[in-house]
């Protein structure tokens, strides 16, 4: 029986690639290293350094088939166009046609995101606020007069001074009479503004309040009429009817500012 024999001098890297690409296809995939080692009879360096070189073959991109030519019918060459044609073609301009630009598209919604509307409206200056100096120019002597007019009606329809804690504070004294200008005159400015205030007030609110405020400034009116007519007239007591509907006036004006404030906090558009 022979003895197979190796070479005493190992066989470098470059002569064991064909064995190792061999080795390689028939398992189908890079043999790992002990598998080298085992079957080319190397050390650990070379089976390392012979799957590196496996990993990049496998990785190296396939170059393409050469395409199948296919049989092209010559193209017919094309009449050379004359010098003057071409000069003349290019001296006269065609005028531009102009281009029409695509109309904007439609607003998409989406569920649960509101659809957002572009526009090229221009957007209005900001109005700047009016001043309200006039106004407290204009109400300085609308008080003096409608404060005398009501305190004067007050006391020709039995509003006057009273003590109003007895056996507490017995020099404390009112006059009951400015009770009417403070009532009458603040409810109507209070409805007024909520009748003219714009959005944010319910819609009852601004009903109610433009009614009240319109009865309001009436009331006002004829109270400052009738005491300039019995003052003018020397009376010193007014009649009854009068007296009844003055007396009421507080009643009156704090059941409608209730009124009012409760239908403003209401949650009604």
């Known amino acids: 029986m022979t003895a197979t024999t190796t070479s005493a001098y190992p066989k470098p890297v470059e002569e064991l690639i064909p064995a190792a690409r061999a080795l390689a296809d028939k398992l189908g995939e890079v043999p790992s ?6 079957e080319l009879r190397v050390g650990s360096p070379k089976a390392t350094a012979l799957r590196e070189v496996l990993t990049i073959i496998d990785a190296s991109p396939v170059a393409p088939a050469a395409p199948v030519p296919v049989d092209v019918p010559p193209v ?3 009449d050379p166009v004359p010098v003057d044609a071409a000069a003349g073609s290019n001296s006269k301009q065609e005028p531009a046609v102009p281009v029409e630009l695509p109309e904007p598209l439609a607003p998409v919604g989406v569920d649960g995101h509101p659809v957002s509307k572009v526009t090229t409206e ?8 009016m001043r309200s100096w006039v106004l407290l120019l204009l109400a300085a002597p609308a008080f003096v007069a ?4 009501w305190v004067g009606l007050g006391g020709l329809t039995g509003f006057g001074v009273v003590h109003p804690l007895p056996g507490i504070w017995d020099s404390l004294s009112l006059n009951t009479a400015i009770t009417l200008p403070i009532g009458v005159e603040a409810y109507a400015a209070y409805a007024l503004r909520a009748w003219l205030s714009g959005d944010g007030v319910p819609r009852r609110a601004r009903r109610f309040a433009a009614w009240s405020a319109i009865g309001s400034l009436l009331l006002g009116a004829a109270g400052q009429v009738a005491y300039h007519l019995m003052e003018s007239a020397g009376i010193t007591s007014a009649p009854w009817q009068i007296t009844t509907l003055v007396a009421c006036l507080p009643v009156v004006v ?9 239908l403003l906090h209401t949650d009604e558009s």
């Open 254 to 262: 704090l059941g409608m500012g209730a009124a009012l404030a409760h």
């Open 146 to 149: 409608i404060w005398s007019g």
């Open 33 to 38: 290293r002990n598998r080298l080692m085992r």
């Open 122 to 129: 221009a957007v209005p200056a900001v109005r700047k606020p």
């Open 76 to 78: 017919p060459p094309a």
